[in-house]
């Protein structure tokens, strides 16, 4: 079991970037597929990105494909998420949930693990 914490969060311009990182204690990181997930107000929780145990295999939701960058450093224990060209509609909490089962998936539901998640807002 991992525990997870993100952070890199904040009040950004439009156009602008933030990096995001989620990094886990406890054992195995790399035994676990990662992903971004992220909940505006009033919405459901929506997949954002997804990255294999080795990092080889990604995919992203289409609204951020050419704009988001996730990758993962298994030696640090930690999951990043770049962020460039940043609009309003980015704005939400920003949450990394880890699947043990590392089926690369875009469901919620394979992710048992979630961290507390990280606020962006983005101004327009």
């Known amino acids: 079991q991992v525990q997870l914490v993100e952070s890199g969060g904040g009040l950004v311009q439009t156009g602008g970037s933030l990096r995001l990182s989620c990094t886990a204690s406890?054992?195995?990181?790399?035994?676990?597929?990662m992903a971004w997930f992220r909940q505006a107000p009033g919405k459901e929780r929506e997949f954002v990105a997804v990255?294999?145990?080795?990092?080889?295999?990604?995919d992203y939701r289409e609204s951020v494909k050419g704009r988001f960058t996730i990758s993962r450093d298994n030696a640090k224990n930690t999951m990043y998420l770049q962020m460039n060209s940043l609009t309003p509609e980015d704005t939400a909490v920003y949450y990394c949930?880890?699947?043990?089962?590392?089926?690369?998936?875009?469901?919620?539901?394979?992710?048992?693990?979630w961290g507390q998640g990280t606020q962006v807002t983005v101004s327009s």
């Open positions: 406890g054992r195995n990181f790399w035994l676990y597929s």
């Open positions: 949930g880890a699947d043990p089962s590392a089926s690369n998936s875009a469901s919620s539901y394979n992710y048992e693990t």
């Open positions: 990255i294999s145990q080795g990092g080889s295999i990604t």
